[in-house]
């Protein structure tokens, strides 16, 4: 047994990383301004509590620079905050009158910038940015949505997770067990895809034919597939568009593999 | 990170060149040009860096955009902005602007002024060509944020104007951070990441993100304009000296007054009572020497290092999801770029 007295270490002073990022940059003189014994301004400098004919004034000594960095920084951020906190009630208060991106339906159009159409494509993307305005109307029924997702074409998108959309507006019965569909898309133009999808227990047994454009002319969309992944209880949809794929709408039927009974919908526009 | 930063300047040359030749397909070549239309491509055609548009296709890029897409928000940004400028300098009674004595000294007041409302009308014509392109719901969103962004940008101008209207200078830096949030960030930073983000993403992610990164680095970038004012060469296209023979509240002019000692501070009140024709040589020499005597001019400069260090911060949780690219690398370094420019 040793008889030393044990050493015992008083407690750091700090048990997390400093991380002072408001340090990091650091203009001319600043480095030597951060030690508080040897950096004070010189005798003369009034910011360095002096009176302007010399005499220190030690009665209002200035904060420090780290105090000044801690002080500025913080007021900057209650700044930025209450600025945030005021444009949230703005946005609240205007809500109402449907202004978008003020509200639950920030990307609905009101009906005044609807998109005239005289063919069928057009009429299409109409009448679903139509029920796309009426998501709020469903806000009651998200329990009972498919959830759909949109995702947006990136280089390496690799660790960007998948979007969440507005759920569908079409009405659902309650049901539990409803799992969330994920979509997959490889496409060099920008790309925006809706699922309508009822709560299914059946979504191992889901396939689809592929997608048929709206426009008369265009090739389908053959490289869809539909893939169940029962550890995440969900349903993936994998859709790549080839290059030379026309713009477009472009939608398909989901189908049940045993009965032939269809499902859902899937649809996908192509922009130019 | 570099500490200089060769990206920047490339993309800000690149974009810039893009957004420069798409802008002039929306001036218009018709008459009345002498009394109208040349006015109104005098200060776009004459240059500028080009941050914001290329703000705006940085973001939309770093999102999966093509530049192309964002191209027609970055010209109206461009646009509006150069409206903004030739009203600006009216109301703060500027003489120089990129080098040139600014419209209202050229042309006087009233055709500056009309020149100046037409250009934000011409402004406004890219945004409404977006549905075509982006679609009607996209192009709705980003005509409300512009529109958003130019209310709360004539709240800032009318918060500064205001203050030396009445010869409020008992402000403090928090005043000043919410005036330049207002006057400043928005058109410069926060609306053209914001508008970006929402082209590259179409709409589906949280803008709140952005309206902080874009805060911090444009009021980075505003203490670091006014320091130029204050010791910049004939490069920084504006006359040296200007903010304090115009009385802008700056963060130096703040801290100056309050810091002074009772008897420099009425006279430094006394000084800015005055009009500008008013004011003399020697008052803004006293002023300039205050700044020094009283350590405004490193004490801004320390506040902006430490915004951009904020803006860091702010960057790296906007973007955090986002892949590697040059685009995203640009945004980042845009930050350190902003307070060493000169």
């Known amino acids: ?272 | 990170m570099s500490v200089t930063s060769s990206l920047v300047p490339a993309i800000l040359g690149e974009y810039g060149a893009m957004t420069r030749a798409a802008l002039r397909d929306y001036l218009p070549a018709r008459e009345p040009r002498r009394h109208l239309y040349d006015l109104v491509a005098d200060y776009p055609l004459r240059g500028g860096k080009m941050m914001r548009p290329s703000l705006c296709i940085a973001a939309a890029c770093a999102f999966g955009a093509r530049p192309d897409e964002a191209l027609g928000t970055a010209v109206s940004i461009e646009l509006l902005h150069n409206a903004l400028l030739i009203h600006d300098d009216i109301e703060d009674g500027s003489e120089q602007r990129r080098g040139r004595p600014t419209l209202h000294l050229e042309h006087g007041i009233p055709l500056a002024l009309n020149a100046g409302d037409t250009l934000a009308l011409v402004g406004l014509r890219p945004l409404l060509e977006h549905h075509e392109r982006l679609g009607a719901d996209l192009a709705l969103r980003l005509a409300c944020e512009a529109e958003r962004m130019a209310l709360i940008s004539a709240e800032g101008q009318a918060l500064e104007l205001g203050w030396r209207h009445d010869n409020l200078i008992d402000l403090t830096d928090a005043d000043y951070l919410c005036m330049v949030l207002k006057k400043t960030c928005w058109l410069a930073t926060i609306f053209p990441l914001r508008a970006g983000a929402l082209i590259g993403s179409r709409v589906a992610i949280d803008l709140d993100a952005f309206v902080r990164f874009g805060f911090f680095l444009g009021a980075t970038f505003q203490i670091q304009d006014d320091l130029l004012n204050l010791v910049a060469d004939r490069s920084y296209g504006k006359e040296r000296d200007g903010d304090l023979w115009e009385g802008k509240r700056t963060l130096m002019l703040i801290r100056l007054f309050r810091e002074s000692v009772p008897a420099d501070r009425d006279r430094l009140a006394a000084i800015l009572r005055f009009p500008r024709h008013e004011r003399t040589g020697a008052d803004v020499g006293w002023i300039r020497a205050q700044m020094d005597r009283y350590d405004c001019v490193e004490y801004a400069r320390r506040f902006a290092h430490r915004l951009a260090g904020a803006a860091l911060h702010e960057y790296s949780l906007a973007f955090a999801n986002l892949p590697d690219s040059r685009d995203k690398r640009f945004l980042e370094e845009m930050v350190t770029w902003v307070v060493e420019r000169n």
């Open chain 1, 1 to 272: 047994m040793n008889d030393r007295p044990r050493i015992r270490r008083k407690d750091p002073a700090r048990d997390g990383p400093v991380r002072d990022w408001s340090n990091m940059f650091r203009g001319p003189g600043a480095t030597a301004a951060t030690a508080p014994s040897t950096d004070a301004p010189p005798p003369s400098s009034p910011t360095g509590n002096t009176s302007p004919i010399g005499v220190p004034d030690d009665s209002a000594a200035p904060p420090a620079f780290d105090d000044e960095a801690r002080i500025g920084i913080e007021t900057a951020y209650q700044v930025i905050d209450q600025h945030l906190r005021e444009g949230r009630l703005a946005a609240q208060a205007q809500a109402p009158r449907g202004t978008p991106g003020t509200g639950p339906s920030a990307t609905a159009p009101p009906a005044a910038m609807s998109i005239s159409s005289d063919t069928i494509q057009q009429v299409v993307t109409q009448g679903l940015r139509f029920y796309s305005s009426l998501t709020p109307l469903w806000a009651a029924f998200l329990k009972s949505l498919a959830a759909s997702t949109v995702v947006r074409d990136m280089p390496a998108a690799a660790g960007l997770a998948p979007v969440p959309l507005a759920p569908s507006p079409f009405p659902r019965a309650a049901a539990d067990s409803l799992a969330p569909v994920i979509v997959e898309i490889a496409s060099a133009r920008m790309a925006r895809v809706t699922v309508d999808l009822p709560p299914s227990t059946g979504a191992p047994n889901l396939a689809t034919g592929g997608l048929l454009a709206l426009a008369p002319g265009h090739a389908p969309l053959t490289d869809v597939a539909l893939v169940f992944d029962p550890a995440a209880n969900r349903l993936v949809v994998r859709i790549r568009v080839p290059d030379t794929q026309p713009p477009g709408v472009y939608s398909g039927v989901i189908v049940d593999r045993g009965s032939a009974a269809p499902r859902g919908t899937i649809t996908l526009r192509i922009d130019e």
